[in-house]
């Protein structure tokens, strides 16, 4: 499984940025696809997750409201629409892909750097 991570750049707080995630190879089995974020001397957090089958969606608290996870099947990918982006939200973002019957998320794409500034 690779995935490919893109959309980041530089935005002012208020502003908005889409990053997509595009996965190949054996999907088949996938659980769920996830977004993840790491600021700066801080440790990965997840910020959004959904079923690769079910749909169901998970956010973080910090950016309910703000962000929306979503997926498309026939393309294998999974975007994130940043809404009022915030300079807390700078971070290089990750996606990950955990396959069925897994507990973590094993397959990681390369990061993608986000900047708000104030």
């Known amino acids: 499984v690779q995935l490919q991570a893109s959309g980041g750049g530089l935005v002012q707080a208020g502003g908005s940025l889409r990053l997509s995630c595009a996965a190949s190879?054996?999907?088949?089995?996938?659980?769920?696809v996830g977004w993840f974020r790491q600021a700066p001397g801080k440790e990965r957090a997840q910020v959004a997750r959904?079923?690769?089958?079910?749909?169901?969606?998970y956010y973080a608290d910090s950016v309910k409201g703000r962000f929306t996870i979503s997926r498309d099947n026939a393309k294998n990918t999974v975007d994130l629409q940043m809404n009022s982006l915030r300079p807390e939200d700078t971070a290089v973002y990750y996606c990950?892909?955990?396959?069925?019957?897994?507990?973590?998320?094993?397959?990681w794409g390369q990061g993608t750097l986000v900047t708000v500034s104030s």
């Open positions: 190879g054996r999907t088949l089995s996938t659980s769920a």
């Open positions: 959904i079923g690769w089958s079910s749909g169901i969606i």
């Open positions: 990950g892909l955990r396959l069925a019957g897994k507990v973590n998320f094993d397959y």
